[in-house]
C-alpha cells in the first residue's frame, strides 16, 4: 500500500491506495497549525503499513533536495506554516520514501499516468480556485527549475471592460489576481458558482484564461491541457476557452490538436476531484521507483 497526501491551505486530504492509481481509503480534515494539521496526518498512516508517501502540498515550497531547506514551505501568508518542514515531520514518523511536490505538479503527474493525458509525454494542468497554480510534465519529468513553476502569477492583458484592481497581493492584476475565485467575487460580490452561465462575469474569465493558456502552448507546447480547479466546474467555458485560444493563436502553432482546438485538448480532470490525491499517490510511486 501507498500513502498520499493532497496538502492544500484550507484542507488535507489523506489516503491509501495501490499503484495502479486505486484509491483504498479516503480521509480529509481541515488545515489548522502544521503541529496539529501533521500530526493528524501521521495518526492516519500509522497503521496503515504504507511503502512510500507522495506529498503535494500547497505552495510555495523548497523541492531543491540540495538545500537545507528541503521539505519545507516556504514563505507563505498561511498562519504558522512558514518554514515548516512537513517532510521531515513525516520522516520522524515513517522510514519510507517520500515523494514530495506541489499539489499542482502533483496533479498533473496524475492526468499523465492515470487521467487525461495517459499515455501521453507531456500534459500541462492548471488549477482555478481559490488561488491559479499550474504544473507540467515535459518529456515525462515534472517541471521544476530554480523553484517551481508559478504559472498562475503571469501578467496579461487586461479586458477593456474591467476596471477592477486585481485580488493578488504581490502583483495587484495577474492572472491570479484577475480570475482567481476570490477575484470573481471581489469584482461581481457574489461567489462564481453563484453567477448565471450568461454572466458578464464568464466573458473577463475566457478573455484572460484563453491568453494564459495562449502562453503556455507557445512555451511548454503541452500534448494535453487540462483545467481543473472550483471555477473550471463551469463547463460551459471550455468552448468558449477553446474558441478563443484558437483565434489568439490565429494559425500560427502548425500541430492539428492546437490548429484544432478541439474538446480532446483542453479537458476537464478526468480524474474529477481525486486528481490531487491521486497525484499524490503517483508521487508516491515515483518515489518507490527512485530508491
Not at 510555495?60 to 531547506?69: A, E, F, G, I
Not at 488549477?127 to 502569477?153: D, Q, R, S, Y
Not at 484563453?210 to 463551469?234: C, D, H
Amino acid at each position: 500500500m501507498l500513502g498520499a497526501i493532497e496538502g492544500g491551505g484550507t484542507k488535507f486530504v489523506v489516503a491509501v491506495g495501490t499503484p495502479d492509481g486505486q484509491i483504498q481509503h479516503i480521509e480529509s480534515f481541515p488545515t489548522t497549525t502544521p503541529e496539529e494539521t501533521m500530526d493528524r496526518t501521521v495518526e492516519f498512516f500509522k497503521d496503515k503499513g504504507v511503502c512510500s508517501i507522495g506529498f503535494g502540498s500547497f505552495g510555495p515550497v523548497d523541492l531543491n533536495k540540495q538545500s537545507p531547506t528541503y521539505g519545507h514551505i516556504a514563505k507563505t501568508p498561511k498562519p504558522h506554516w512558514s518554514g515548516y518542514d512537513v517532510v521531515g515531520h513525516l520522516k520522524r514518523h515513517f522510514d519510507v520514501p517520500v515523494g514530495f511536490d506541489t499539489d499542482v505538479n502533483g496533479a498533473a503527474l496524475g492526468e499523465l499516468i492515470f487521467g487525461a493525458a495517459k499515455g501521453l509525454n507531456s500534459c500541462l494542468y492548471i488549477t482555478v480556485g481559490t488561488g491559479i497554480g499550474a504544473g507540467a510534465v515535459v518529456e515525462g519529468k515534472l517541471v521544476h527549475g530554480l523553484v517551481h513553476p508559478e504559472m498562475g502569477h503571469i501578467m496579461v492583458k487586461r479586458h477593456p471592460e474591467d476596471t477592477y484592481e486585481g485580488k493578488c497581493p504581490y502583483h495587484k492584476d495577474c492572472l491570479e489576481g484577475l480570475a482567481a475565485g476570490p477575484a470573481i467575487e471581489g469584482r461581481w460580490g457574489v461567489k462564481a458558482y453563484e453567477l448565471g452561465d450568461d454572466h458578464k462575469a464568464w466573458e473577463f474569465q475566457t478573455f484572460y484564461l484563453a491568453q494564459a493558456l495562449m502562453n503556455y502552448i507557445l512555451t511548454i507546447s503541452p500534448e494535453k491541457i487540462i483545467l481543473g480547479g472550483g471555477v473550471s466546474k463551469q463547463l460551459h467555458l471550455f468552448p468558449r476557452i477553446r474558441e478563443q485560444v484558437k483565434e489568439l493563436l490565429n494559425g500560427y502553432v502548425q500541430h492539428p490538436a492546437v490548429l484544432e482546438c478541439g474538446d480532446d485538448y483542453i479537458v476537464p480532470p478526468a480524474l474529477q476531484d481525486r486528481a490531487g490525491i491521486t497525484g499524490a499517490l503517483a508521487l508516491a510511486v515515483q518515489a518507490l521507483e527512485a530508491e
